[in-house]
């Protein structure tokens, strides 16, 4: 990863008349340096190699990778959020927020903002929809400046850290997942990496705090110590090693490489089971043994998440994971990634050189201040981290939990039980006018990832995610009576619904016009076996049907239903009525 740019520039000194140096002090708040030309014989004797202990080129990757993933969260917001909550979203967060209004007193105050906090509340509600777009638009913006260019300061990272919130606070259930509180905690501790306005890959004045990177090898302790705990004590397969026999199999959106994963030796599944207990409960403490075994366990939890990514579609939570783990490399183990005469990997050799040389800078007001911030962030952390920590050491531990409103220290976990059986709704239109006829034909609506077609290869998205194809995971293996929402699908489906139909890879009646009944079919889906006469036929998936998930409906009997529940119901073509 090359740097851009070269940060380093002069340095004001004051020298003594015998020639004789005293300490660096930083020039301006922008934090640039260099040295006098009469010490280039110096500098030729200093050491050219960069030293350990220092993490200015640990917190240019840090920036970075956090960039990266609010920028695929953010493109996921800006493509799904309209019908998710938008206007005409499945589960409209205008309704969400004035049902908030209502419980805090109908008054948009200080306790709305408390209960859910995001800045929806000053906008203007008559085109949420735009607003929804904005948020994401300049979240996308902002991360994809300082992923290019590897430049942030504390008001870029924040304004990141408060948008992202404001849609995960009215995002309901589908930003109900464990990775929207860890990328929230990421993100706030990426705050205290940087200037508060400086724009700077290397500001010589603000050197990365100790305790701002010990706070980001704390997540990935919590995170790996959540995940493994909750397996021990959660599905009796992971104690006796055969999860894996099902995972690849059952896990919410596999990828192909998911398909002959599961084909695996059986004693592959154990020697993975037994590996991903070691790198969970074992490895995370390495983090505390010194530099050498912490970068162990940096490396082996980096490619424990890159094989989670190539075997199972599981949105950005891997890439996220990634993140703090590469809090666990300094600076020498950091320089292979960037180039050798870049302006960043330069700038931190003459920092460490006069480091050695005793010219650190005098510390300032700001650097001082700086200082006390520091440590408030450990302090805060520290506290916040007593229940999650209480937690983990239940008996009932839960898992994905925030114990704050503002989500800074969560508890996290995943897998915590597997699926023996992989079972899917698949929605069917038909355009008979009695759903009970023999001779109705029904056509399959077709999801963008979520097995449906057993001839259809499973995708590859990764870091992106479908959310509405994950919630149906969820939904399959429990009752439409639990997930009203379905129905909601449904009646948007008879009416043709735009808004829904996009988030759909396949619409049956296409130029047909509008279904007269929706229903939805329950099944269990196997993969074929590779080499098999169903493989040689194309076929990824083995299916048998289980019985209806929800009887046929259609827009008439849906009425009530839909006004019960306060949903908007689908307009009835006249030729219906």
């Known amino acids: 990863m090359a740097a851009a740019g070269d940060s380093s520039g002069s340095a004001v000194r004051r020298r003594r008349g015998d020639g004789s140096k005293t300490e660096t002090k930083c020039a301006d708040s922008s934090g640039e340096h260099g040295a006098e030309p009469g010490e280039d014989s110096e500098k030729e004797k200093s050491p050219q190699s960069l030293q350990t202990g220092t993490y200015w080129l640990t917190r240019i990757v840090l920036l970075r990778s956090v960039a990266f993933i609010y920028l695929v969260a953010f493109s996921v917001a800006y493509n799904q959020n309209k019908q998710l909550i938008g206007e005409r979203g499945l589960m409209s967060c205008k309704n969400f927020l004035n049902s908030v209004k209502r419980y805090v007193g109908g008054k948009i105050g200080a306790a709305a903002f408390v209960y859910t906090p995001s800045i929806l509340w000053l906008l203007d509600w008559s085109d949420m929809d735009a607003n929804l777009d904005a948020i994401a638009l300049v979240g996308m913006a902002l991360s994809a400046f300082v992923l290019v260019t590897g430049l942030a300061n504390m008001v870029i990272m924040v304004t ?14 589908w930003y109900s997942f464990g990775w929207e509180s860890q990328l929230l905690e990421t993100g706030f501790l990426a705050i205290f990496l940087c200037p508060v306005w400086t724009l700077s890959q290397v500001p010589r004045c603000c050197p990365p705090s100790l305790i701002c990177i010990w706070t980001f090898r704390w997540l990935i302790v919590r995170i790996m110590l959540g995940a493994g705990l909750i397996k021990i004590r959660g599905d009796k397969c992971w104690r ?7 995972h690849y199999e059952t896990q919410p959106v596999p990828n192909p490489m998911s398909y002959y994963m599961h084909r695996s030796p059986w004693w592959f599944h154990r020697f993975e089971t037994l590996s991903n207990h ?36 599981l949105s950005f939570l891997n890439w996220l994971t990634i993140v703090p783990s590469l809090a666990c490399f300094d600076d020498a183990s950091l320089g292979f990634l960037f180039r050798s005469g870049g302006g960043a990997k330069k700038a931190v050799l003459e920092i460490q050189n006069e480091d050695a040389a005793g010219r650190t800078p005098k510390p300032t007001k700001g650097m001082l201040i700086r200082r006390v911030v520091n440590i408030s962030l450990g302090i805060l952390i520290g506290c916040l981290s007593v229940p999650v920590v209480m937690n983990l050491l239940s008996s009932r531990q839960v898992m994905n939990t925030s114990f704050d409103p503002l989500r800074i ?3 996290y976990g995943a897998f915590g039980s597997i699926t023996k059986e992989r ?49 149906m995971w969820f939904a399959a293996f429990q009752t439409y009576e639990q997930s009203e929402w379905v129905i ?7 009416s043709n619904d735009s808004t829904v139909l996009s988030l759909l890879d396949h ?12 229903r939805g079919e329950h099944f269990i889906y196997k993969f074929s076996q590779p080499g098999s006469t169903s493989a040689a036929q194309g076929k990824w998936w083995l299916r048998k049907r289980i019985g209806a998930y929800f009887p046929p409906v259609d827009l008439a009997g849906l009425r009530g239903y839909f006004q019960s529940r306060n949903w908007p119901h689908p307009h009835i073509p006249p030729n219906r009525k």
Not at 160 to 173: A, E, R
């Open 160 to 173: 990141l850290w408060v948008l992202y919130h404001s849609l995960v606070n009215v995002g309901q259930l």
């Open 240 to 246: 006796d090693l055969t999860c894996m026999d099902y």
């Open 278 to 313: 070691l790198i969970e409960l074992i490895f995370p403490f390495f983090t505390f043994l010194g530099r050498r075994m912490c970068m162990v366990n940096g490396a082996v939890q980096i490619l424990f998440q890159v094989v989670l990514i190539v075997s199972g579609n």
């Open 409 to 411: 220290v969560n508890t």
């Open 423 to 471: 079972t899917e709704v698949i929605f069917q239109g038909t355009l008979s006018q009695d759903p009970k006829a023999p001779e109705a034909v029904w056509e399959e609506y077709q999801f963008l990832c979520k097995p449906g077609d057993v001839y259809r290869r499973p995708c590859f998205i990764s870091p992106y995610h479908y959310r509405l194809d994950w919630l």
């Open 488 to 494: 909601h699908i449904a009646g948007r489906l008879l």
């Open 507 to 518: 619409n049956p009646f296409r130029g047909k016009g509008n279904p007269r009944w929706i």
